[in-house]
Nanobody, 118 residues
Framework: QVQLVESGGGLVQAGGSLRLSCAAS????????MGWYRQVPGKQRELVAS???????NLKNSAKGRFTISRDNALNTVYLQMNSLKPEDTAVYYC????????????WGQGTQVTVSS
């Protein structure tokens, strides 16, 4: 089992910044990929950014140049630095972790609200 606890969401004006954190506990040695997803009401959850244990990153096109994902394996924490925020970034942001071993179980955090006002 893996537990994920997110923090750092909130209300910010357009153009502002927020940093989300996600701390993992439990069977953390089995985690390969960690990522951030977001969801707005009525829409599917979408990938924002992900990072492997080795540090390979993947970002949603609209996040490139504005968001940065990083990971501290020693602290078992993944971060999402979000700059130049736009109202369309408003969503509930979820942290996830994918295990490196079959059946590659996926764990989710409880979500943190990010609201960007115009």
């Amino acid at each position: 089992q893996v537990q994920l606890v997110e923090s750092g969401g909130g209300l910010v004006q357009a153009g502002g910044s927020l940093r989300l954190s996600c701390a993992a506990s439990g069977h953390i040695s089995d985690i390969n990929v960690m990522g951030w997803y977001r969801q707005v009401p009525g829409k599917q959850r979408e990938l924002v950014a992900s990072i492997t244990r080795g540090g390979t990153t993947n970002l949603k096109n609209s996040a490139k140049g504005r968001f940065t994902i990083s990971r501290d394996n020693a602290l078992n924490t993944v971060y999402l630095q979000m700059n130049s925020l736009k109202p369309e970034d408003t969503a509930v942001y979820y942290c996830n972790a994918v295990l490196a071993i079959f059946p590659y179980t996926i764990y989710w955090g409880q979500g943190t609200q990010v609201t960007v006002s115009s």
